[in-house]
DNA sequence: TTGTCTCTCGTGACCGGTAAAGAGGACGGT
DNA sequence: ACCGTCCTCTTTACCGGTCACGAGAGACAA
């Protein structure tokens, strides 16, 4: 009654009775399944036939078991739920990942390691064996999980350099320092003169490198000296900063946010407080993502090639996860400024 | 040199190592770390220990091979990254699911399928027994994708109403059309007499209720007739369709959007255009995201309990899975009306 | 002491594939 | 006619678990 045409108990079928069916043994199938050359025309199309004849799918937990891949590269987000879904970085992210893994048969599966019981069961996920590697993102502070993984012998890359470096795994990150500094630099060639920055969580290397950039572009120059407020990449961040900031010193007429969430925040309150942007305050922001381009004025902001990144990554891990001594170097993608009207 | 204590050629340990650690059988250490009572205190603690001293973690292939499952549910989202990633409504669906999942010891895996590439790839996975069961999310019009995966034997629940009724698959959805009508509704209430709708895709049950929804607000009642313009969700829809309307007839005073974004791009084209929101026209919007919080002014909205969408969504699964015979109806949660500034 | 019952544990047959080694023709050369 | 080769296919030993079955050891009553 469920499905005409296939008995309900039987199951999927089997190499055997592919075998069967067409007449041959389970190795010449699985050899065709395979794609092995050694097999004469006749009986590749027997076993062809058979194949689809009973609807055939390779069982995969048979196949890791003895062949110790299970062709699927994991993901790893250490980020809450509201946060990955509202940020469009990862978007582009997976993007280049998939792009560049689609060349290859490996499968991408993604996992949120938000909170201590999700990190968890990623580390159990990966430690039974059900990926064949790994990439994270977004790692704050010293997470222990990529440690643990590599311990457990899973070829891991990282996106954004890792805070506690020595630490020898591949990773690729945009330039963020000589962002920011060019961002900051803008600021200044347009004439801000009190330019103050929002930085992000200070406990990821993203973080910390565009106040480090912010910082150099300022050393040398009259443009305002420690007007530093702190975020963590999230708008309300952004709009709690620039209140700070404002309260601190109400001279401000530049701001460079390390995200554009938190510079969208900071426009926000900038209008609360009566000031125009760009002709009061100007404003950048780093991502370059869809926010920046519905900003009102739109904003100006730092591109980072995120979907590059994306394509490093899969090539990263992809190398690692084939040879796994080779020890690929980092990848560091350049940054840009992208021109709008906010700054 | 790599990481002593461990040789390097090792790889896991397996069950017969613990056994020989512990001096036991194998069938004995099997028992203990399934947790079977029929087992002497005295072994439990030795077969621990030896666990614990050489790392072991089950091999889930193994153990796959033979339970025939594998204690992982997919998340299929029918979008592209960049939506996936830019829309809130997934992220509270993803958090909704792993709460419910974190009681089971099932693992939520992502993937995407937004081009047929990604379909044909997330099928494969499927059928190839990497499963036991699947969550669709924003299906589009006659999708062969949940079709295939039930004829493969993959328990399915869906999220949104399957256009295709008949297909008896469980689904959860939110009451899109009292949401969309009582939203409408309260356009009319607040004094609009001109009112638009900016329609979600109509491929998809959400933008199809939601349609409908408006109709009914407006049916008996002279509020404007066809003020129809379609969109597919997004924002740069949303300003296309906001054009359109206004050329169609600039007398409207009132917008209903079928999605916060679609809402806030048409915020923007009325500004652009000298309206002000709400005086001139008001405008709601459907999701209660962030971005309808953002919106200046801030956008009244339509909520739809995500979260409580994502909890069901894997209790109805979870049902499915362990009793596959049953047929759990479909749930529909209500939906409310958040009153913000823009109408 | 012996028989029975219960509790704990070992044994061995699978699960569905892969891969290396070996078997059996067909063919060509001498 | 015989032998060596090459090509194709079958055989067989795993991979690392689970589970049904049965055996051995105490405990306790007869």
Same mark, same amino acid.
């Given at each position: 009654?469920?499905?005409? %045409? =296939? ?5 999927? *079928? ?38 689809? /004849? ?13 062949? /110790? ?15 990955? @879904?509202?940020?469009? @970085?990862? !978007? ?5 990942? %998939? #792009? #560049? ?9 993604? $996992? ?11 580390? =159990? @996920? ?19 999980? *990529? ?53 992000? *969580?200070?406990? $990821? ?7 480090? !950039? ?11 000296? %420690? ?37 969208? !925040?900071? $426009? ?5 407080? %009566? ?23 739109? $904003? ?27 020890? *690929? ?15």
């Amino acid at each position: 009654m469920t499905s005409p %045409g =296939r008995t309900r108990a039987a199951g999927r *079928p089997t190499l055997e009775q592919v075998a069967a069916e067409a007449g041959v043994s389970r190795g010449t199938v699985s050899r065709v399944v395979n794609g092995s050359l050694e097999v004469s025309t006749n009986t590749l199309h027997a076993v062809r036939e058979a194949i689809d /004849k009973l609807g055939y799918v390779p069982n995969q937990a048979a196949r890791n078991l003895v062949t /110790k891949r299970t062709d699927t590269v994991l993901l790893v987000v250490s980020e809450a739920e509201e946060r990955v @879904f509202g940020e469009p @970085f990862f !978007g582009g992210l997976v993007r280049g990942l %998939g #792009e #560049e893994l689609g060349r290859t048969n490996l499968q991408l599966s993604l $996992m949120l390691a938000g909170s201590d019981r999700q990190r968890e069961r990623v580390e =159990r @996920f990966a430690r039974d064996g059900r990926v064949d590697g790994a990439v994270l993102i977004s790692l704050h502070g010293a997470d222990p999980l *990529p440690g643990k993984l590599v311990a457990a012998d899973i070829p891991v890359v990282l996106t954004g350099r890792p805070l506690s470096s020595g630490s020898g795994m591949p990773f690729v990150d945009a330039d963020n320092l000589s962002g920011a500094e060019t961002a900051t630099d803008h600021l200044f060639r347009i004439g801000c003169r009190r330019i103050a920055t929002i930085t992000g *969580p200070q406990d $990821m290397a993203a973080g910390v490198d565009r106040l480090a !950039g912010y910082r150099a572009a300022l050393e040398f120059r009259r443009g305002g000296a %420690g007007l530093v407020a702190h975020g963590d990449f999230g708008r309300a961040s952004g709009e709690r900063a620039m209140r700070e900031l404002l309260e601190r010193d109400d001279t401000i007429d530049g701001v460079f946010a390390a995200s554009d969430l938190m510079a969208a !925040g900071a $426009m926000r309150v900038l209008r609360e407080h %009566g000031r125009r942007v760009p002709h009061d305050v100007a404003v950048v922001g780093f991502d370059d993502s869809d926010v920046a381009r519905n900003t009102d004025p739109a $904003m100006t902001s730092v591109s980072q090639p995120v979907r590059r990144m994306g394509n490093e990554l899969a090539r990263l891990l992809v190398t690692r996860i084939e040879q796994p001594d080779s020890v *690929p170097g980092p990848v560091i993608l350049p940054t840009g400024l992208v021109h709008r009207d906010s700054a």
